[in-house]
């Protein structure tokens, strides 16, 4: 977990660095180890970055993170999951690296690409490049909204942070309850997004990227849309061969998840998901799995321990 935030001026007034290093500095429970910021050539777009070390611990791998002429610049908060696969396609075709780290296959695959590389990410991120060239930002969020990204824009600037209380560090962004936002929570325990409970905040969706740039022109599209075939469309399976897929998909997508620099662990909830995903990770570590069990003492339906 680690900590993104910046903003883009609309109106050619400067990011105010003071608002960066604050909402930055917020977020430091989501990225102790280190800290780093930018500020764009004419002061128009700005990042804030709080990291903790996964992939790369060197200083090779902090961020923002920049190609070889600072030109394109990335925060992320994740993990790619498929970036040694890209990372060859990249290096086979002339890109340098200088860092071990997935992130740093985000900022060559854009030079290539654009904003469309990101549909060719696989894993759990949130996302922000600058490119100074087309002084734009591109924000993006992984398919399944693991990784959180809000917003807030009005008519000179956009704002974003990976958590709502980066924002009341920013001089400049009103901190105000939605009374219409409020049923919601009764309703169902949280706000549906792309709502928040603050006016003005939205949540970017999942699968969802936006481009914004300092003339305020921003748009927003769908990178990856869930789709369901027609039911007449799917070809009956086997009982056997239906058990034998999904083991295969489900080993695979742990083994995926097994790339570290530091010790892993897993959380055991008492249910099915987290033991096959324990089993699984213990047929393919070399040492037994570290296991975390949460409970809430008073509260038995909330309290899994036993």
């Known amino acids: ?12 007034a400067p990011v105010r660095e003071d608002d960066l290093v604050a909402m930055r500095d917020r977020l430091v429970h989501r990225g102790p180890d280190s800290f780093g910021a930018y500020l764009s050539r004419r002061g128009t777009g700005g990042l804030g970055f709080r990291r903790l070390k996964i992939i790369d611990l060197s200083p090779n791998a902090s961020q923002p993170l920049a190609n070889e002429d600072g030109t ?8 790619i999951y498929n970036y040694k696969t890209l990372r060859e396609g990249l290096v086979a075709r002339g890109h340098r690296f200088r860092s071990q780290s997935d992130t740093e296959v985000i900022v060559h695959l854009y030079e290539e690409k654009g904003a469309d590389c990101i549909a060719d990410l696989e894993g759990m991120f949130a996302i922000a490049i600058w490119d100074e060239q087309a002084e734009r930002m591109t924000l ?38 939605d009374p219409e936002a409020v049923p919601y929570y009764f309703i169902y325990g949280y706000v549906p997004l792309p709502a928040t409970i603050y006016k003005g905040i939205r949540q970017l969706e999942p699968g969802t990227l936006m481009t914004v740039d300092i003339a305020g022109r921003c748009a927003t599209r769908r990178y990856w849309q ?3 075939p027609e039911a007449g469309a799917v070809r009956p399976i086997a009982r056997k061969d239906a058990v034998a897929g999904v083991r295969e998909r489900l080993t695979r997508a742990v083994e995926r998840r097994l790339m570290s620099d530091v010790p892993l662990g897993a959380f055991l909830s008492g249910g099915l998901d987290s033991t096959i995903v324990v089993g699984l990770m213990s047929r393919m570590m070399s040492a037994p799995v570290r296991t975390f069990s949460i409970g809430f003492e008073g509260d038995p339906a909330y309290d899994e321990t036993a």
């Open 1 to 12: 977990m680690c900590g993104i935030c910046g903003e883009v001026t609309f109106d050619g």
């Open 72 to 79: 394109v610049q990335v925060v992320f908060n994740g993990e």
């Open 140 to 177: 993006a969020r992984d398919r399944a909204g693991k990784k959180p990204l809000f917003y807030y824009r009005d008519h000179r600037m956009l704002a974003f942070a990976s958590e709502i209380k980066a924002f009341f560090d920013h001089h400049a962004i009103p901190i105000e309850p």
């Open 226 to 228: 869930l789709r369901y």
